[in-house]
């Protein structure tokens, strides 16, 4: 097998007809043998009836079907734990990743990389704020790691079985897979394109999925915040060891003190906050230690055509 396709399904009923054909026509016209594996992470709509249609009149449509949404970076991980082909594609079912860049990436790849991912020229039909919060949180994450995590990439890319065999022996549940592929190495390069807008229905990462992905990718590549909580720390200590120094002076040089509330109530608060913010972001590690070790498993497969599929 040449080639396995990966595509995560959140409510995508309208868009996987087209995406079948559009994926398959170009997979074809390179003469590569390939499997399609979608992951149906929990749609409320009739995502899984369309591509259990589809698997019946093509077997080389697979299909893991999970008990409840368990979020997009799980099912692509369902995906990659399920893959026989020599390279691994991971693409969006909205359309927004043009299936036909799929002969591009798999050209680059045959030149002898690990991993080639498709960098956003530029974005179409998204909000202005998910862009300049998409924006701001890429620029952070580079600053605070060490890693060489790319700007502009989604997950849309090809990487070689290499890579998909070390990502399954990555165990973490706090998955932020952009970043361990990184992180795992070889060669990669990248190519560019235009992301369109979404072909049909709404997008699937609400704002509350989109905090969580980007705390993990933090809290997995980054020890920084646990730093920024230490020097607030000290930070904070040495202004009011200052305060100190001023207290005693006013009080028995100068004598000239107002028994005020304000600067009690001021350094109060800013303590409190500070001391407060300090414990979320431990806080924030603590849980994913806690996920760590209660060891469940990462999703649940209710029905899946893959024989042995894990
Ligand atoms: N997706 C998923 N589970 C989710 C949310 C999204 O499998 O909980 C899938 C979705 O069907 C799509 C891909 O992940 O194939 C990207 O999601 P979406 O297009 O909604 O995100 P956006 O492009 O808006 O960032
Ligand atoms: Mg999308």
């Given at each position: 097998?040449?080639?396995?396709?990966?595509?995560?399904?959140?409510?995508?009923?309208?868009?996987?007809?087209?995406?079948?054909?559009?994926?398959?026509?170009?997979?074809?016209?390179?003469?590569?043998?390939?499997?399609?594996?979608?992951?149906?992470?929990?749609?409320?709509?009739?995502?899984?009836?369309?591509?259990?249609?589809?698997?019946?009149?093509?077997?080389?449509?697979?299909?893991?079907?999970?008990?409840?949404?368990?979020?997009?970076?799980?099912?692509?991980?369902?995906?990659?734990?399920?893959?026989?082909?020599?390279?691994?594609?991971?693409?969006?079912?909205?359309?927004?990743?043009?299936?036909?860049?799929?002969?591009?990436?798999?050209?680059?790849?045959?030149?002898?990389?690990?991993?080639?991912?498709?960098?956003?020229?530029?974005?179409?039909?998204?909000?202005?704020?998910?862009?300049?919060?998409?924006?701001?949180f890429y620029?952070t994450l580079r600053?605070i790691t060490?890693?060489?995590i790319?700007?502009?990439?989604?997950?849309?890319?090809?990487?070689?079985?290499?890579?998909?065999?070390?990502?399954?022996?990555?165990?973490?549940?706090?998955?932020?897979?952009?970043?361990?592929?990184?992180?795992?190495?070889?060669?990669?390069?990248?190519?560019?394109?235009?992301?369109?807008?979404?072909?049909?229905?709404?997008?699937?990462?609400?704002?509350?999925?989109?905090?969580?992905?980007?705390?993990?990718g933090i809290?997995?590549f980054?020890?920084?915040?646990?730093?920024?909580?230490?020097?607030?720390?000290?930070?904070?200590?040495?202004?009011?060891?200052?305060?100190?120094?001023?207290?005693?002076?006013?009080?028995?040089?100068?004598?000239?003190?107002?028994?005020?509330?304000?600067?009690?109530?001021?350094?109060?608060?800013?303590?409190?906050?500070?001391?407060?913010?300090?414990?979320?972001?431990?806080?924030?590690?603590?849980?994913?230690?806690?996920?760590?070790?209660?060891?469940?498993?990462?999703?649940?497969?209710?029905?899946?055509?893959?024989?042995?599929?894990?």
């Amino acid at each position: 097998m040449d080639i396995s396709i990966i595509i995560p399904i959140f409510n995508e009923e309208g868009n996987i007809e087209l995406l079948y054909k559009r994926v398959v026509a170009t997979i074809q016209a390179c003469q590569l043998s390939f499997e399609i594996i979608f992951v149906n992470d929990g749609s409320k709509d009739s995502s899984l009836q369309k591509i259990m249609e589809l698997s019946i009149t093509d077997n080389r449509i697979k299909y893991i079907d999970f008990s409840r949404n368990f979020g997009h970076q799980i099912a692509v991980s369902a995906g990659l734990n399920n893959t026989l082909g020599e390279a691994v594609v991971i693409i969006d079912a909205d359309l927004q990743d043009p299936p036909e860049l799929i002969a591009e990436l798999y050209q680059k790849y045959k030149e002898g990389y690990e991993v080639v991912y498709a960098k956003r020229k530029s974005r179409k039909g998204e909000s202005f704020l998910k862009l300049v919060t998409a924006k701001l949180f890429y620029k952070t994450l580079r600053n605070i790691t060490s890693v060489d995590i790319p700007l502009d990439t989604g997950d849309f890319r090809i990487i070689d079985h290499k890579v998909v065999e070390e990502l399954r022996k990555m165990p973490e549940p706090n998955k932020f897979l952009r970043g361990q592929i990184s992180w795992i190495g070889f060669r990669q390069t990248f190519i560019e394109y235009d992301r369109q807008e979404r072909a049909f229905g709404t997008t699937g990462y609400t704002y509350r999925k989109m905090i969580k992905f980007a705390l993990d990718g933090i809290t997995s590549f980054s020890e920084s915040p646990l730093k920024l909580a230490t020097m607030l720390g000290f930070v904070v200590s040495f202004a009011a060891f200052c305060m100190l120094l001023y207290a005693f002076y006013s009080r028995l040089i100068s004598r000239d003190y107002v028994p005020g509330w304000a600067s009690l109530i001021i350094s109060v608060l800013f303590l409190g906050g500070i001391q407060l913010l300090s414990l979320g972001i431990i806080g924030e590690y603590i849980s994913r230690i806690m996920a760590n070790v209660r060891n469940r498993p990462l999703y649940i497969i209710s029905n899946s055509n893959i024989k042995s599929a894990k």
